[in-house]
């Protein structure tokens, strides 16, 4: 199943929503136009500062159908192991930004995600997906 921000009630609702704070106080403080691992180091920051558990780069295995491991996918950021979070630092989101959270969703153990976009106007777009492994 595939779910994004017009559900009213979803899995990691507190959770996700101290993301977006902090996603919103990295942009206030650092606006557009760096590169992707400036606002993943920020926010690394900021998430350090809230103690809130979280890996850069954590390596997440892609499965199979049959669940089999056919890869290996680093997450830009693993938040207490239950959110996935991709940064992206352009001028608008595309449908293939969105497209590779949820594949990435679709292939893991991961639940929930969230795609960052540090453009000239700060987006947040969010998605989950439940499958017989999770």
Known sequence: MIADNQ?????HKELTAKIIEIFYRVYNKL???????VYENAMMIEFKKEEIPARAQAPIRVYYDDGEIIGEYSADILVDDKVMVEIKATKKLVKENEAQLLNYLRATDVEVGLLFNFGPEPKVKRKAFDNSRK
Not at 7 to 11: A, Y
Not at 31 to 37: Q, T
């Open 7 to 11: 559900d009213k009630e979803f899995k």
């Open 31 to 37: 606006g557009y136009g760096f590169l992707e691992k």
